[in-house]
């Protein structure tokens, strides 16, 4: 057996290593502190410190790449091969490809036939109750199973701090799509909230805070992690991107747009240096399209649409980013069209040839909210059938599972297709329940919340009273939307509550400062506000 090696505290800023010059031009690199003993040889702790921190900010390949340099140095590191499969094992992400379970289960086996520590040994033993026996196991009961044995590891070496942060990792991974009551995302913050005073540079911890909290009833919780973890590895496109999850849920839309123009800055750097970054840029994209729809700033809006229009998969990066590039770019035309209420362009909108189902689905899912907005029955029976087919479709895709989580968005659709039909009582009724389910669980950040909508019915059928209840209830958990405080605005102004009206329309106004926005709504702002 090796010597042990000291415990290895990287700093903020990492110092240069020959394992990865070539990566990084300037000699350091700001990725957080990581306290993770290894058996290993000496010359490879920095390397493989590294990897980890890599690691907790979601660099999957850089953390590859930094394990297999280990891998190379020091062949008899165990640790190393279970580095690499842990980097296969997006566990927030997409679910693993065959190839990579194949890979990471060829590489525990590695590891576990070289010499380790008792501890080294036991999170082997843990991520491989995630590779076994995957041909015939569930990815979900695999998932539990993997987080229930780093519970193990967690009780069996209370003084290691690092298997907490994983095993919270794994209550995320393996959270129930019906977890109501967010057992699994309470459990994680408890235990990562008071890691983080006694580690508030550890980018893991920031980090999985904020996933944690990534839901209306906890957003607030994570306010403190977002403002900290991008100033501790600001050399991480997701870890500077990740703050934006709890600014656009708490409706900080400038800082949401500064995180994630600053993200892909540096996502732009790391393609430079032949890593694959696409996925970050477009994820960046996505939340800065919807920040800029909430100020009114449709023009940088409608930019980032036709930048994502333009964008191809590149060499390497497509097992995960060609059905993901796909999606946004059927989405992204859905929300700029229905954020901007402009219902017949929405109802016109042709879904891309040749793409999987479940990316098609979002454009005839707004196709339906249109039709409905414009008491077009026909066309929302169309976009319901339509929607269906690729729910059928995805059934029977390579990724089924899938289809479990357009369920949501029928229901809508189905509400939506009920209100163009006329039938305002089932359709109020379905989307409520729809509404009441993403108040438990959350939504997409950038999706349109179902209240919202609920609310935009209610207004249209002429219960302005109704609707604005549900425009302020919509705003408690999805704050400073601009439909949300445009709608409660104008329904305050139906009921002559002018004072309310005037509130509302204040806060829009102070939102969209600056965005030199053509929107009616804003103009209706200015009107009553200069008569108020």
């Known amino acids: 057996m090796k010597a042990k090696l000291s415990c290895l505290f990287l700093t903020l800023f990492l110092g240069a290593a020959p394992s990865f010059a070539q990566e990084h031009q300037h000699g350091t690199e700001a990725l957080g502190s990581v306290d993770f003993p290894v058996s290993c040889a000496p010359d490879v702790e920095r390397t493989f410190t590294r990897g980890m921190a890599l690691l907790y900010s979601f660099e999957y390949e850089r953390a590859e790449r930094a394990f297999e340099s280990v891998a190379q140095q020091d062949p008899t590191c165990a640790m190393a091969y279970w580095g690499q499969a842990m980097s296969l094992y997006h566990q927030l992400w997409e679910r693993p490809s065959e190839h990579s379970l194949e890979r990471g289960a060829e590489l525990l086996k590695k590891a576990s036939g070289l ?6 040994k036991d999170y082997i033993a843990a991520l491989r109750a995630f590779y076994s026996h995957a041909n015939e196991t569930k990815h979900e009961e695999r998932a539990v199973a993997y987080s229930k044995a780093m519970k193990t590891v967690m009780e069996r070496y209370p003084g290691d701090h690092e298997a907490a942060v994983f095993y919270a990792l794994s209550l995320l991974g393996s959270n129930p799509e019906d977890d109501k009551g967010l057992e699994n995302a309470r459990e994680a913050v408890a235990i990562l909230t008071k890691l983080f005073l006694e580690q508030p540079d550890h980018p893991g911890i920031a980090h999985y805070i904020i996933h944690s909290c990534d839901n209306p009833k906890m957003a607030e919780l994570a306010l403190p992690a977002a403002r900290k ?3 501790i590895a600001p050399d991480s496109a997701h870890a500077v991107h990740m703050p934006s999850h709890i600014f656009a849920r708490l409706g900080l839309w400038q800082d949401d747009i500064q995180s994630n123009l600053r993200a892909i800055k540096i996502a732009d750097q790391q393609a430079a240096m032949h890593i694959h970054t696409m996925h970050h840029r ?3 994209m996505d939340f800065l399209q919807y920040a800029y729809l909430q ?3 449709d023009a940088k809006a409608r930019a980032q649409m036709d930048e994502l229009k333009r964008m191809r998969v590149m060499n390497g990066d497509e097992d995960f980013m060609h059905d993901y590039l796909e999606a946004r770019q059927s989405t992204f035309p859905v929300v700029y069209a229905l954020e901007r209420r402009q219902w017949k362009e929405a109802l016109i909108l042709q879904p891309a ?13 707004g196709r339906a909210v249109a039709a409905g907005h414009l008491r077009d029955a026909a066309a929302a029976e169309d976009a319901l059938k339509h929607y269906d087919q690729m729910v059928d479709l995805t059934r029977k895709s390579r990724k089924a599972y899938i289809a479990d989580s357009m369920k949501q968005g029928r229901k809508e659709i189905e509400a939506w297709a009920d209100f163009a039909a006329g039938k305002d009582s089932e359709a109020v009724g379905k989307l409520r329940e729809v509404a009441e389910e993403q108040d438990k669980t959350g939504k997409g950040e950038t999706d349109l919340p179902a209240r919202e909508m609920l609310a935009d019915m209610l207004f249209s059928a002429g219960k302005a009273q109704d609707a604005l209840y549900e425009y302020e209830n919509s705003l408690r958990t999805d704050p400073n939307r601009f439909n949300g405080l445009a709608g409660a605005a104008a329904a305050a102004a139906k009921l002559e509550q002018k004072d309310k009206a005037a509130s509302y329309y204040a806060q829009l106004l102070k939102n ?7 929107r ?3 103009q209706q702002a200015k009107l009553l506000l200069a008569a108020n």
């Open 353 to 365: 040839k040749d793409a999987e189902p479940y990316s098609l689905a979002p454009v005839y899912w």
């Open 295 to 297: 100020i009114g700033d």
């Open 512 to 518: 969209c400062s600056g965005s030199h926005s053509d």
């Open 115 to 120: 010499e380790a520590t008792s501890r080294e």
């Open 282 to 284: 477009v994820h960046s």
């Open 520 to 522: 009616p709504e804003l």
């Open 229 to 231: 973890y991008a100033a």
